[in-house]
């Protein structure tokens, strides 16, 4: 027995959240409007993990999120490949993270 058959899920409902973002990434790059709103549903949730993992207040890992969804919109031609939006979303939002981290670092330094 399978553990999915365990599970009583099918193979399709396994379907992996990079695999659904990709596509999404990939419909939304075709014109399809909604399927950035199910990309921005699908990985914010993974996105705010990473953020707060900094140990961000929940502002600045709110307002992480939001600009690493914005690089998105702003930079979609950089992403090439539609099975690497997981990774250059998961990128971004760190690479804001940080600054973000670095720039309170830096307030409370001041004060």
């Known amino acids: 027995?399978?553990?999915?058959?365990?599970?009583?899920r099918s193979?399709?409902?396994?379907?992996?959240v990079?695999?659904?973002a990709a596509?999404?990434?990939?419909?939304?790059q075709g014109g399809e409007s909604a399927a950035l709103d199910e990309l921005v549903r699908l990985m914010t949730p993974v996105l705010w993990h990473?953020?707060?993992a900094y140990g961000l207040s929940q502002a600045a890992a709110e307002d992480s999120v939001q600009n690493t969804w914005l690089a998105l919109v702003r930079n979609r031609?950089?992403?090439q490949e539609a099975a690497a939006i997981g990774g250059w979303l998961l990128?971004?939002?760190?690479?804001?993270?940080?600054?973000?981290?670095?720039t309170d670092a830096k307030t409370l330094a001041v004060e």
């Open 91 to 102: 990128t971004t939002a760190r690479r804001t993270a940080w600054r973000a981290k670095s």
């Open 1 to 8: 027995m399978v553990a999915s058959d365990v599970a009583g």
């Open 50 to 52: 990473t953020v707060r």
């Open 77 to 79: 031609h950089q992403v």
């Open 18 to 20: 990079w695999v659904r």
């Open 23 to 28: 596509a999404c990434f990939g419909r939304w």
């Open 11 to 16: 193979d399709a409902a396994e379907t992996s």
